[in-house]
């Protein structure tokens, strides 16, 4: 099951992060449920279109003597941890950690920087060959 623990939609970079204690209620009820925290992270970098950067942390133990408050507390910091870890990241441009699940289209300077290669190609090897004779 996947709960979003905010319990609405909330600025990515809003701290800090307030959870519903409703997880917390759910894992110190039942037994065997497990909490792993999944941060989803966007960011247009360098492009005209946004990226998503998604890090899925470790997961997070339960003890029963834990207080509800202590675990929602205990989910926000994890989550908190995987969004600022993957912001660290991005900012410091390093992307060794993430695999790419899917690509979109080009953006349009990406079009035009792949247009003016290729004409630029064209252009240097007729250029080329008139000076070897081969055009007249």
Do not use: C
């Amino acid at each position: 099951m996947w709960i979003f623990p905010q319990g609405k939609e909330e600025h990515l970079e809003k701290r800090p992060l307030q959870f519903s204690d409703g997880p917390s209620f759910i894992m110190l009820k039942e037994k065997g449920v497990q909490a792993i925290p999944i941060a989803y992270y966007y960011s247009f970098r360098h492009d005209q279109r946004p990226e998503l950067f998604i890090k899925v942390g470790k997961r997070i133990e339960v003890n029963t003597e834990t207080s509800r408050s202590e675990l929602t507390h205990k989910l926000e910091q994890a989550v908190t941890t995987e969004l600022d870890s993957i912001k660290s990241k991005l900012v410091s441009e390093d992307l060794s950690t993430f695999d790419v699940f899917m690509t979109g289209r080009k953006t349009l300077s990406e079009w035009l920087t792949w247009w003016k290669e290729k004409v630029r190609h064209k252009i240097s090897s007729f250029i080329e060959r008139f000076h070897r004779g081969k055009i007249i």
